[in-house]
């Protein structure tokens, strides 16, 4: 078990990296909602290994992101992602958020969704120490997809 919990850290150190060190520097343009003091979100492509999409954290995507958290079911049996397919995008939350399972407390301040077409979404948490946390929950993604797939103005989609 512990050489499985090795391998998810390891996996999800890599996507931290991506999403956060290698991220391109979003231009600055009027939002037509007020930007929050958070870093952006962005969308990582898993199959072009590369952040296609960074916009301003708005009050929407604090939205969204709440209710993933709030609709929670339990952490996920797998120990890993699975195949490169979809989308990882980051969501840097205003205010920490806790998770309360029966089994399980823990407080974030980042979401990543999952986003995979032909499987159930997942959320990936990380506890105050770092520790990863696969989740399963059961709001729906799509709509959301749907608007961060959608471009918004030049320079947010770089394929």
């Given at each position: 078990?512990r ?17 956060t060190?290698?991220a ?16 952006p979100?962005?969308?990582?492509d ?8 960074s ?15 709030k ?12 195949s ?9 939350l ?24 032909q499987?159930e ?16 929950f ?22």
């Amino acid at each position: 078990m512990r050489k499985y919990q090795s391998r998810i850290q390891a996996i999800m150190f890599v996507v931290c990296m991506a999403l956060t060190c290698f991220a391109p520097l979003a231009e600055a343009q009027a939002a037509p909602e007020e930007t929050l003091a958070t870093p952006p979100v962005q969308m990582f492509d898993m199959k072009q290994e590369r952040i296609v999409k960074s916009v301003p954290n708005q009050e929407i995507y604090q939205q969204h992101a709440m209710e993933w958290l709030k609709s929670i079911t339990k952490v996920a049996p797998q120990v890993s992602i699975g195949s490169k397919c979809g989308y990882i995008v980051r969501v840097p939350l205003v205010k920490p958020y806790t998770v309360t399972l029966p089994t399980l407390k823990v407080e974030t301040n980042t979401v990543f969704l999952i986003y995979c077409p032909q499987k159930e979404p997942l959320l990936l948490i990380f506890g105050p120490d770092r520790k990863p946390y696969l989740m399963e929950f059961k709001a729906d993604v799509k709509p959301f997809i749907e608007h961060m797939l959608t471009p918004s103005h030049p320079g947010a989609n770089r394929e």
